[in-house]
């Protein structure tokens, strides 16, 4: 940077952990929230919601196994999926509704 003074760095000993971070993008949000739940992986342990992502739909279908059920929730989930961009504009303040469309992918792979 141009400056002549050294930078000061202090080694500090702690007996905290660091934190996690776990990117997510829009479809693993919500796995990821349902991994955190139940509790958040420490530092450099393994995400486990990469694996949600595969079995959790797997085995929510065994035990929600209607077909009718099943399909009425993946037309809402896709639904929420087509029209995106209009239904995060309206900005709504009813929570279930949030809830329901930040999993909108969950749903859908349900």
């Known amino acids: 940077s141009g400056s002549t003074i050294a930078p000061i760095l202090n080694e500090m000993q702690t007996t905290e952990s660091p934190p996690t971070f776990f ?8 796995f ?4 955190n739940a139940y509790g958040v992986a420490t ?18 279908a065994i035990m929600f196994g209607d077909l009718g059920h099943g399909a009425i929730a993946f037309l809402a989930a896709f639904w ?9 504009a309206r900005k709504s303040d009813n929570e ?3 809830y ?3 999993g909108r992918y969950l749903i859908a792979l349900m």
């Open 43 to 60: 530092y450099r342990e393994m995400n486990p919601a990469v694996f949600t992502i595969i079995t959790f739909p797997f085995l929510f």
């Open 80 to 88: 929420c999926i087509v029209k995106e961009k209009q239904l995060l």
């Open 23 to 30: 990117r997510t993008n829009k479809f693993t949000n919500a």
């Open 100 to 102: 329901f469309f930040a």
């Open 96 to 98: 279930i509704w949030n």
């Open 32 to 35: 990821q929230e349902l991994i």
